[in-house]
């Protein structure tokens, strides 16, 4: 199955310069909690903005252009893969736009806040058939910088 995880803020952003746009320890340990054990998928750019491979997950990146340092894999691929097992999807954008109409599951944590000049955004999941199953405030905390909402919905 196609899951996404992501956060995002009050409009949709999910990143500004090629990074998070926010410092939010909690949604990092949730992140980790649903994904650990699991096998992420990720575009180039969400790769390289990360500081290394992700522990305990095994970590996919598409890209355009062949490395060897990485595991790769293509759309198909990643398709015939979550046939077998549950497969996140972790951004960025241009992969969350290619596997939208696939995805059944998706973890989002909407963050208190709206970026100023944010550059990369998630689509509007309003119109596309997702049912909210849980809802969690979560105030900030010490490494917080905003509230934050996990939500979880399925399609």
Known sequence: MIIFIYACDLNGAIGKDGDLPWRQSSDLQHFKRITLGG??????????????????RRNIVMSRSIRDDIEQMNYDEVISLSEQQDVFIIGGGEIYNLFIDDVKELHRTLIDTKIENAD????????????????RHVSAGEKDQFDMIFQHFIR
């Open 120 to 135: 990369t955004f998630i689509t509007d999941i309003s119109n596309l058939g997702f049912h909210m199953i849980s809802e």
């Open 39 to 56: 096998t992420i998928v990720m575009g180039r750019k969400t790769w390289e903005s990360l500081p290394g491979k992700l522990p305990g």
